[in-house]
């Protein structure tokens, strides 16, 4: 049977679009206001088209710039520390100590921090907006910042460099960020540390293989249970989140809607996630939220 909206579930997109838009009204929901939503919704036609845009939404995992806010707080105020005593020799005997240290401006402070850029052109990469952010949100001094093509005139005192990323997903990306800035020669040198806001399990089996040197510490862990298109844990075949329709059929359905559409379906790098920041969507994610066409209006900015 093609894709279908499923016996029992004929008010689902009336019930998720009502929720998704009390959560914009209340705040949880930033960096889009219900015209975007409107004009996002105008893409899908028929009624499977919505009922698909309702699963969409309802599987969302979105991080404002609060949350995002929060997780570097949770970082430098919990882990990082931890880490840099731990791999680093860092000398730290509380938080307060090391709070002055990232707002003191000293050039032979012992830990730089580095944004992961687009510097093979990756459209949309949200590096030093993310880097920016965390400075402001912190007040790390600017004199801890440095660009990756830089690290070779770091002063032999830097002990630590830490990376920051909003997303590990197939860790490809970042694997070819490590062989294009050769960090495998400064990791000789210092601890690389790099600690994306979420990370996937497929990124991270990735960079065990192929950056052993490399200390990886996500915020958040994201599972199978993240992705768009799980299997039912009933039979291998069904789709998770209706255990109604084949994951074939919804797959096709995509597909056939991009191609309506004039956008990919899919991303080299794409895991099929449904994941949203307020700066923007990684291209890990499914590509209906955030492609843009004549005729297609993207949910969030890419």
């Known amino acids: 049977m093609p894709f279908h909206i499923p016996d029992g579930c004929e008010g689902f997109f009336d019930d998720v679009n009502r929720r998704f838009r009390l959560l914009i009204t209340k705040g949880v929901i930033t960096g889009i206001d219900q015209i975007r939503l409107n004009n996002w919704l105008v893409n899908f036609r028929s009624p499977e088209d919505r009922y698909l845009a309702a699963r969409l939404l309802s599987c969302l995992t979105y991080r404002s710039k609060a949350m995002v806010s929060s997780s570097f707080t949770h970082l430098v105020q919990g882990e990082l520390p931890k880490l840099l005593r731990r791999h680093a020799g860092m000398g730290l005997s509380d938080l307060d100590e090391f709070d002055g240290l990232l707002r003191e401006r000293r050039n032979d402070a012992p830990i730089r921090f580095v944004a992961v850029d687009a510097f093979n052109d990756t459209p949309g990469k949200s590096g030093p907006q993310l880097i920016r952010q965390f400075r402001l949100h912190l007040g790390v001094s600017k004199s801890l910042l440095c660009r990756p093509e830089r690290m070779g005139e770091l002063p032999a005192e830097v002990k630590a460099i830490v990376f920051l990323d909003d997303l590990l997903g197939t860790g490809r990306q970042f694997h070819e960020f490590a062989d294009h800035y050769t960090l495998a020669e400064h990791a000789r040198e210092r601890k690389l540390v790099y600690a994306p806001l979420m990370a996937c399990e497929k990124g991270l089996k990735h960079l065990a293989d192929k950056c052993p040197w490399l200390i990886v510490h996500p915020i958040e862990s994201l599972g199978e249970d993240h ?36 956008i990919k379906d899919r991303d080299k790098y794409s895991l099929d996630l449904t994941v949203a920041f307020e700066h923007g969507v990684p291209n890990n994610s499914v590509s209906l939220l955030l492609r843009n066409s004549d005729s297609w209006q993207p949910l969030f900015d890419r």
């Not at 844990?233 to 559409?261: F, G, P, T």
């Open 227 to 262: 992705r768009f298109f799980r299997a039912s844990s009933r039979e291998a075949s069904m789709w998770a989140h209706d255990d109604a329709n084949k994951i074939e059929d919804v797959r096709e359905h995509i597909r056939r809607l991009c191609k309506r559409n004039d």
